[in-house]
């Protein structure tokens, strides 16, 4: 059995001229949860499409648990569940109306059970009370927690979320969440795409970052972090003293302000730092190693900034 919940080779998607997914290698391991993470336009939902068979790629393969697509479609997708753009809920019908037109689709899905399965859909996602209500009436957020109903109505070992938290509110925001890390300790692999760095540190292991139809960077969460280079902060009166003496031990990016002056270590020693700022006589009042936050990670990898506010 394949250790990848997702993998892809070379995966491209060409709209005319314009490449929209260009060679993605996605490597996903079973039992993560997988942050697909980009600025808008970087090609994830194209992405999430190709996987789930929504639309063919120009180049490349995939496979989804261990099974090439779209060979072994009919064995494998009703094991994926899919929250993607547009689901296809009927206005007039309420929400839990909509799960049993859904349910009664799915022939895998036994109809005596369906009743127990849709109310057990709807609690997951806190719609229990309003499951009477018509469709039309939800608010966006009921919207969306209506569509990861309907992704749940069976067991999934894999779940693929195209931005499963857009417009809900902060409340909406944590259920949803806090239903990944269940979702994800139950055993299922969770795949979400998402604009949001706080989405990502708080329930990803795992991270791959997309950049103009690229894939920029795929790794565990906490290798990302660590990889990006420390920075030393050096509060003092004597900014343009203390200025010099980190460029004169190797340390780069260095940036200074009326009360502080920042470099990144390098290889350099913070303890070399100090050492050689009291010798040379800056009067030093605070000193800190800070680790870049994600966001620093990001910026330099896309080279653009992110919604940090969800
Ligand atoms: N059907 C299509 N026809 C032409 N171009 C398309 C089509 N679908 C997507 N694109 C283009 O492909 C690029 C990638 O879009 P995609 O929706 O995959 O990005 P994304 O990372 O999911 O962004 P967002 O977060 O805005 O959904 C964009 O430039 C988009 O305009």
Do not use: W
Not at 137 to 163: C, F
Not at 276 to 284: F, K, M, P, R, T
Request: glycine content about 12%; charged content about 20%.
């Amino acid at each position: 059995m394949s250790d990848l919940a997702v993998a892809t080779h070379g995966l491209t998607k060409r709209f005319g001229s314009q490449v929209a997914v260009d060679t993605v290698d996605l490597a996903v391991p079973r039992g993560s949860v997988y942050g697909f993470l980009g600025p808008n336009g970087s090609g994830k939902t194209t992405t999430i499409r190709m996987l789930l068979g929504l639309i063919g790629a120009t180049a490349g393969q995939h496979e989804l648990l261990g099974a090439a697509l779209p060979e072994h479609a009919a064995d494998v997708l009703p094991r994926v569940g899919a929250l993607v753009e547009g689901p296809g809920f009927h206005p007039y019908l309420s929400g839990r109306d909509n799960l049993r037109r859904i349910d009664a689709a799915d022939r895998t899905a036994g109809a005596r059970t369906s009743d127990a399965r849709i109310a057990a859909a709807l609690d997951r996602v806190g719609l229990g009370a309003a499951a009477g209500k018509r469709y039309r009436t939800y608010s966006l957020g009921m919207k969306q927690r209506l569509a990861i109903a309907a992704a749940l109505l069976m067991p999934r070992e894999l779940l693929i979320l195209d931005e499963p938290t857009n417009g809900l509110d902060p409340q909406g925001t944590r259920e949803v969440r806090t239903l990944v890390g269940t979702l994800a300790a139950e055993g299922a692999t969770v795949l979400l795409s998402t604009h949001l760095l706080a989405e990502v540190e708080q329930v990803c292991t795992h991270v791959g970052v997309m950049h103009r139809g690229k894939l920029v960077a795929q790794q565990p969460l906490a290798g990302l972090r660590s990889d990006a280079a420390p920075r030393v902060r050096v509060l003092t009166d004597q900014p343009a003293q203390a200025a010099r003496v980190l460029r004169t031990l190797g340390l780069t990016e260095v940036a200074e302000t009326a009360a502080e002056t920042t470099g990144q270590l390098g290889a350099v020693a913070p303890e070399k730092v100090v050492a050689a700022l009291v010798h040379d006589g800056v009067a030093v009042r605070g000193f800190a190693v800070v680790a870049p936050s994600l966001e620093d990670v990001f910026v330099s990898l896309t080279g653009r900034g992110f919604d940090v506010s969800g």
